[in-house]
């Protein structure tokens, strides 16, 4: 750890920069990159993220004592830069408490604001301000926070309302007003009384009024708020070590809540939306820090065109627009041209699209936060497409500014256009997280968490979202929200996750104790199922179908550079030749894996395998064969007519026998009459076939090993439709896979099959196609001795499912039962079949990988387990030296993506 612990920033002295987001957490070496370009910011300290660790492992005791002398050197910094004392009753310095992470994690640690008040300071701040009011309601404000924050004053049960906001409505109500900024310094004083009552009451403790107390009692519970449920789930879910801990910033107050010269706002340099170049966001006029992002009133645009498409959006008149609702552009143009200023010069600075927070002081703007900025993934394309044309980035760069996963959202359907235009519009809102939604109403967060785990679609329909309301947000298929900007919490959070929102639906009442919403006097039930459309704001009645999504333009641009950069092939996954159709769209260079037992589940064909695998001896197996070659052989021309001119893997069978049994009493009877047997007969079979661990059982090359002629119909299906489609006109480029290998007679038993079987079907059309015989490395022991088997395979195709299954011991059915609560646990930190264990599994990998090279250098390897489209993964795989992963084909552009940047960074 090192010596130093507080860094300070202001117009004279700043120890950070940009590059110090490890220590000050983003926000911190941000405001202190900002005071290096001369922008103005609020002078302040920022304590590094290390002292967390300290209050984590050793508690607050610790860290007063760690750094209470800096604290004290850093609060005098920034009363000479303000010319204010701390604690000085007459003209006090008051400053707020801020979270601020290496990683920005929006909403979810605490913040304290207008720390410093008390009994006498507030006198002294209405006196120095001459504005009574203001200071009363800067000191209900601090209260309130303090209260909820550091003392942790909640509502009794989630039904309940804020304990402060129901003495705020009884206040309001009494005094027959709507609005906070109705009620005058009297209420607001017995505001203060009540507030202060309710915590003695409440907690048993007198609110302090020690500035220090205040502080000290403040930093504690930001580093405090690194550990509250939420922010530990927003780090599962964005992959943040728990060590990193968060900085906590302390910083001078400026106040947009002095009169209309002031105001408070959050902007993007960008739509965070689509992405288009355009300055955006929105304000609020004599309003405080957090009341823009908590979306309690509606906010005004800051550009006077933003303005204008809001109005469009929102159904407001011009008139209104520009009485009621005008443009910062239009209200303040002196300011907004500052504004402007600054934000083009941070996005040069930085050169990448910013989020910034502000404050307007009695006409002085002010810069509270700069960050790179949340955005959709098509936002994410559109911008790097667009710096890149702009000449701002590299093409590397702009290959690293998306995300691979976030592809997801571009490649995921919007609604059906047919059904949208008969669908009823009940409501519109703004288009705050674009991407289409269907499904059953909602009302609270844990609900709609357990409505999915019950296999249900929800839409959440909140008044507002807090960060409390996160994991049902994550849960849902899409979020509602009847207040809000673009800028509220819902809406930020949302983009983040990439998931559909709707935000700021004004028509909509919430109810959330009767569990309905209303819209124009119509009810809506809990239950209920609507629609959502986040690229236009717009709410529908009714289960509306989806379709799938353009990919033309940016992405397309993108995909194209990103295939000059990548070393790594991109195959899919794909059992039918719709699939293949799918997977060559999106720029497959040919199948990894065919399942071929994959094929069998569609109609009738299910009968015929299960006569197949029911059949007591060779007989009865060849009968069934028989009904099964001309299926095969049909989707296999299929797909190599898909595929024309690229290489087809296709898996012999590897079937878990218990997932094709009939194992209900209708279904037997069923099969009975099908291959004229009793009843009782099939039941006793079924019974016989029954194994304790399928798994590990009678799969994969032991079923080929047992009944030949399973592999000689299969090898046959594939030959003869190989001849067929090549006889159209078509290359069919057949590599033949042996599944579950773990000894090279295994290998050698079924390549002699496949291979009589091609010189057979051969003879007979006068024919031949050119053809590959290589195995899947899938169990520990075939990648073991993948010397021996390289000798005889020519290729090895990693199954990294079975392979992590084998390796690990974890049943791959069985999984579910303990694996949530093992990551929980942190025994793993990922789970393992989603993203390879590269120490473990990943070993195996290198060593067939070296094995099966040393014997034959020409050897292609690839992998087809689903880590195939997991962007860490192939970064381990390129490093690993394959030459292609498969994986599902709406993973293709996300591992084609993933695969460019896994050569980008390992080039560097
Ligand atoms: C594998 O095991 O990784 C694989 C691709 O095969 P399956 O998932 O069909 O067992
Ligand atoms: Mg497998």
């Known amino acids: 750890m090192s010596n130093k612990s507080v860094y300070v920033f202001g117009p004279s002295r700043t120890d950070g920069a940009a590059d110090m987001k490890n220590t000050l957490g983003g926000k911190g070496a941000n405001l202190a990159e900002m005071c290096r370009l001369g922008i103005s910011v609020p002078p302040g300290l920022t304590i590094s993220a290390e002292v967390c660790t300290v209050y984590t492992e050793q508690g607050a005791d610790a860290v007063r004592k760690l750094i209470e002398a800096e604290v004290l050197a850093g609060v005098a910094f920034i009363e000479k830069e303000m010319g204010k004392k701390f604690g000085n009753a007459a003209d006090p310095l008051l400053v707020s408490v801020r979270s601020g992470s290496r990683a920005s994690m929006p909403g979810m640690m605490d913040t304290i604001l207008n720390l410093g008040l008390n009994e006498e300071a507030v006198k002294g701040l209405a006196a120095k301000s001459g504005n009574e009011r203001f200071a009363w309601d800067s000191y209900r404000r601090f209260i309130q926070m303090y209260g909820d924050v550091v003392m942790g004053l909640k509502p009794v049960s989630k039904e309940d309302h804020d304990p402060f906001e129901e003495i705020i409505d009884e206040i309001k109500e009494k005094k027959g007003v709507e609005l906070d900024t109705q009620l005058g310094v009297d209420d607001l004083k017995h505001m203060v009384a009540e507030f202060k009552a309710l915590i003695a009451k409440r907690l048993d403790r007198e609110f302090p009024s020690d500035p220090w107390e205040q502080l000290w009692g403040a930093i504690m519970a930001v580093f405090e708020s690194w550990n509250n449920d939420r922010a530990k789930l927003y780090r599962k879910m964005n992959d943040i070590p728990d060590s990193w801990g968060t900085a906590v ?29 355009i300055f955006n966001g929105e304000f609020l006029v004599n309003a405080q820090g957090e009341d823009v992002v908590a979306g309690i009133r509606t906010p005004q645009q800051i550009t006077l065109e933003g303005s204008r498409r809001w109005a469009q959006l929102a159904q407001v008149s011009e008139d209104d627009r520009r009485t009621k609702y005008p443009s910062m552009e239009e209200l303040m143009p002196e300011i907004y041209q500052q504004l402007l200023k600054t934000e083009t010069a941070l996005e040069n600075h930085y050169k990448d699209m910013q989020d910034i927070e502000f404050t307007i002081q009695e006409g002085k703007l002010w810069m509270l936060q700069t960050r790179s900025a949340k955005r959709t993934g098509a936002a994410m394309v559109r911008v790097a497409m667009e710096m890149l044309e702009q000449g701002m980035i590299d093409e590397k760069t702009a290959v690293l500014r998306v995300s691979p996963d976030r592809l997801n959202e571009l490649l995921h359907p919007v609604f059906d256009r047919a059904a949208i235009k008969s669908a ?60 809000g900007g673009m800028t509220s919490h819902a809406a930020v959070v949302a983009r983040g996750m990439g998931k559909c929102c709707v935000s700021g639906a004004g028509a909509i009442r919430v109810d959330p104790r009767a569990r309905t919403m209303t819209i124009d006097g119509k009810v809506y039930k809990e239950g209920d199922w609507i629609s959502l459309d986040g690229s236009t704001g717009l709410v529908y009645e009714g289960k509306i179908p989806t379709k799938d999504a353009d990919l033309s333009g940016d992405f397309g641009k993108l995909m194209d550079i990103a295939e000059r950069y990548k070393k790594l092939a991109v195959r899919a996954n794909a059992d039918t030749p719709e699939d293949a159709r799918v997977a060559r769209n999106f720029g497959a260079v040919g199948i990894g894996l065919c399942r071929t037992e994959h094929m069998f589940f569609e109609g009738d064909r299910i009968k015929a395998v299960r006569e197949m695998i029911l059949a007591r001896d060779e007989e009865g197996r060849r009968r069934a064969l028989a009904k099964l070659l001309p299926m095969q052989r049909s989707d296999f021309e299929g797909i190599f007519t898909a595929m024309d001119g690229l290489p087809v893997t296709i898996r012999l069978l590897d079937p878990p026998l218990h997932e094709f049994l009939p194992h209900d009493d209708v279904n037997q009877r069923e099969m009975a009459i099908e291959m004229g047997l009793t009843y009782e007969g099939i039941k006793h079979r079924v019974n016989d076939l029954h194994e304790a661990n399928p798994m590990m059982g009678h799969r994969g090359c032991r079923l080929g090993i047992t009944y030949p002629e399973i592999t000689e119909m299969q090898a046959r299906a594939i030959f003869e439709a190989a001849l067929n489609v ?40 006068g024919s031949t196609v050119e053809f590959m015989v290589g195995t899947m490395i899938e169990t520990p022991r075939g990648a073991l001795v993948a010397d021996s088997i390289g000798k005889q395979a020519e290729f090895f195709s990693f199954g990294t499912n079975d ?29 393992p079949f989603q993203s390879i264990d590269q120490k473990g599994v990943g070993q195996l990998v290198k060593m067939g990988v070296n094995k099966g090279r040393s014997v034959r250098p020409a050897i292609k390897l690839g992998v087809c387990g689903e880590h195939g489209g997991d962007p860490a993964s192939v970064e381990f795989f390129h490093r690993a030296g394959l030459d292609y992963v498969s994986c599902s084909p709406f993973r293709v552009p996300i591992a084609r993506l993933a695969a460019a940047q896994a050569a980008i960074t390992n080039a560097k």
């Open 249 to 277: 910033n302390v910083q001078s107050m400026v106040f947009g809540n002095l009169g209309d010269k002031s105001g408070t706002g959050v902007a993007f340099t960008r739509d965070a939306a689509v992405g288009e170049d």
């Open 424 to 483: 009823r519009s009940i409501a519109n809102g703004l288009p705050a997280s674009p991407g289409a939604s269907t499904g059953q109403i909602v009302f609270f967060a844990d609900e709609a968490e357990q409505w999915v785990q019950n296999g249900l679609d929800v839409i959440l329909v909140r008044q507002e979202t807090s960060p409390e309301d996160l994991r049902g947000m994550a849960a849902a298929k899409g979020i509602l929200t009847a207040r």
């Open 726 to 765: 090549k006889a159209q006109g078509i290359t069919p480029k057949v590599e033949i896979m042996i599944p579950l290998v773990g000894t090279v007679r295994e290998f050698n038993s079924q390549a002699k099959v496949i291979r009589d079987t091609a010189e057979a079907v051969f003879a007979e059309r």
């Open 803 to 831: 392979l992590t299954q084998m390796t690990l011991g974890f049943s791959r059915d069985d999984v579910g039962k303990f694996l949530p609560h093992y990551l929980k646990a942190g025994m793993y930190e990922q789970d």
